[in-house]
């Protein structure tokens, strides 16, 4: 059946429609890019961590700057047209200079930076433009509506990705990702939503979002969780490939299929989150998929035993955890639209992204240096139940007293002193109100 958000809401349906495009055609160059690095200029683990960092240290350097630039000069949608379109002509570089011989390992590096700089360009308007799509009542339900999709393309993209390396080489199968952004970004001119306000030139132009989310307990706390989850998150993703073939003795074929079990576990997840949050509310729904998300995976360091008893172990745990993980993503992309103020939201998701961000090789690095000192199976014991911790950030916020995205007054900003213009400090104008509600 399909959405009525989907049915009723012309224009979001149009954006939906790029997104999950563009979506598919990500998960066809996670694959691509690495097996062309591999097969075919024969990078080795040095080569292939340049390239992975390559792709991340944008985040760092720019989330900040991008936010800001983004808030103050407005015209979120051109951004984002750009940068699709951007990202469409980096790609096609490749199979180009693949076709001429004339492919290193240096180009790929300079593709993946580049890329990665426009992916924060793109990403910090995002939010500004969802809010502008989708009423404040249905946040839920968009937000539900885009991650599922995005689980849909966890699912089905990295066998489109297999296929398309198989039958056209990996230089050729980023043509297909090159296409869906080009896809994203006609899509994106075909709509003309009013955007939110841009900011006014201010005193900390750059730093006003990290300040919100300090005074922000909520946001504050949800930061807290995610920099503690991802560090031990990234702990244990470094590790869980190389524990479950060497030490599990899984197949690669199988640990595919164990993999799918996670994108499976995401769809579902999608699919009960708005009942949930009508249930238990968003806050505590929130709470649920960030001990959700990574309580399954204790099951990883846990299987023994005949090989069919690790294998059914191995499928919940990555079932269970894209389960949580679509729970927690919808619940606090719906919580972060209702709560931030409009001019403030590029700034407050590019403070946001470089902490989250920033501890992920951290983690990895840790995981490495740990399993190499004490084991792989206790590392990722101390991984899994760090992350389980994590949620006790949220515990002494006001997290499990929000119940909906209604402006709640007085208690959604305990502590909050300086944070005037956000539509729930004391108070709250009609004219904040009414900007809050599109």
């Known amino acids: 059946m399909i959405p009525r958000l989907l049915r009723e809401n012309g224009p979001f349906r149009t954006f939906w429609a790029g997104e999950i495009i563009s979506l598919f055609g990500d998960q066809i160059t996670l694959l691509a890019l690495p097996l062309l690095a591999v097969l075919l200029l024969h990078a080795g683990p040095k080569e292939m961590g340049y390239l992975t960092a ?13 936010g800001a630039w983004v808030d103050r000069r407005g015209r979120r949608r051109q951004v984002m047209i750009a940068a699709d379109a951007g990202r469409a002509l980096l790609l096609l570089t490749i199979p180009a200079a693949y076709a001429m011989g004339r492919l290193t390992m240096a180009h790929l590096y300079a593709v993946a930076f580049l890329v990665g700089v426009l992916s924060v360009l793109f990403m910090v308007a995002y939010s500004a433009l969802f ?24 699912a089905g993209g990295p066998s489109l990705g297999g296929f398309l390396v198989q039958t056209l080489s990996a230089p050729f199968a980023l043509v297909a990702d090159a296409i869906s952004f080009l896809a994203s970004a006609f899509c994106l001119g075909r709509i003309s939503p009013v955007e939110p306000q841009t900011a006014k030139d201010e005193r900390g132009h750059v730093t006003a979002g990290a300040r919100f989310i300090v005074r922000s307990p909520i ?119 209702a709560l931030i103020p409009h001019h403030l939201r590029s700034r407050v998701s590019g403070a946001f992204t470089v902490v989250n961000y920033g501890v992920r090789p951290v983690g990895a690095l840790a995981g490495g240096l740990l399993g190499g000192a004490i084991g792989l199976r206790p590392t990722l014991w101390i ?27 007085d208690n959604m900003n305990e502590a909050d002193p300086g944070v005037e213009n956000d539509g729930y400090s004391r108070g709250h104008s009609t004219s904040q109100h009414r900007t809050l509600a599109r």
């Open 383 to 409: 991984a899994t139940v760090g992350a389980v911790a994590g949620f006790l950030w949220l515990l002494p916020s006001p997290m499990p007293r929000l119940r909906t995205l209604e402006p709640a007054g």
């Open 54 to 66: 390559a792709g991340l240290v944008p985040t760092l350097f720019f989330a900040l700057h991008a």
């Open 131 to 154: 809010v502008s799509l989708v009423p404040r009542d249905r946040y839920v339900e968009g937000n539900a509506i885009l991650h599922g999709s995005r689980a849909l393309s966890f």
């Open 219 to 337: 946001i504050r706390a949800s930061m807290a969780w995610g920099a503690t989850c991802n560090f031990f998150n990234y702990m244990f993703s470094a590790l869980f490939v190389l524990y479950t073939t060497r030490a599990l003795h899984v197949q690669p074929a199988m640990l595919g299929a164990v993999l799918g079990a996670g994108a499976i576990g995401a769809v579902f997840g999608s699919t009960i989150t708005g009942w949930l949050a009508g249930r238990l509310g968003i806050g505590p729904t929130y709470i649920l998929g960030c001990i959700l998300f990574p309580a399954p995976l204790i099951l990883v360091p846990a299987a023994a035993g005949p090989a069919s008893l690790i294998l059914a172990f191995l499928f919940a745990a990555r079932f269970g955890s894209g389960l949580g993980v679509m729970v927690l993503d919808i619940s606090i992309g719906s919580i972060f639209a």
